[in-house]
């Protein structure tokens, strides 16, 4: 849902939506229940990612965590623009083994915390 709020929309794509019947639902309309109760949950995921894309919380959590991405002519840059080789993608790591020193916590509980904010 996130992704469809941060494209604006489905815009000509889709989603892939199926309901089956199962356990003791087996009529045509248990069917038709469970597309309704399917819907129903997709709608509510809609609203709740719009409601905690609208606080900018996660999205704030987002970059920080990947801020030295965004550094000029730091390792992440090199990387996205494909100006670095494996060879020194080998020699940084061997350099630096324990890249819990340098990156600093992804704060996952604090996500966690957020979207369970915006979970009505």
């Given at each position: 849902m996130a992704v469809i709020i941060k494209n604006g929309?489905?815009?000509t794509g889709g989603i892939n939506?199926?309901?089956k019947t199962?356990?003791?639902s087996i009529t045509t309309e248990d069917l038709f229940y469970a597309h309704i109760s399917g819907m129903d949950a997709m709608a509510r995921g809609l609203r709740n990612a719009a409601a905690l894309k609208e606080t900018g919380l996660l999205n704030k959590l987002v970059s920080e965590?990947?801020?030295s991405w965004h550094q000029k002519g730091g390792l992440g840059q090199k990387i996205i623009s494909g100006k670095v080789t494996f060879d020194e993608l080998e020699?940084?790591?061997l350099s630096n083994?324990?890249?819990a020193e340098s990156l600093g916590s992804g704060r996952q509980e604090l996500a966690e915390i957020y979207l369970d904010?915006?979970?009505k």
């Open positions: 929309g489905l815009g939506f199926d309901a199962r356990r003791e965590r990947y801020a020699q940084y790591s083994p324990d890249p904010m915006a979970i």
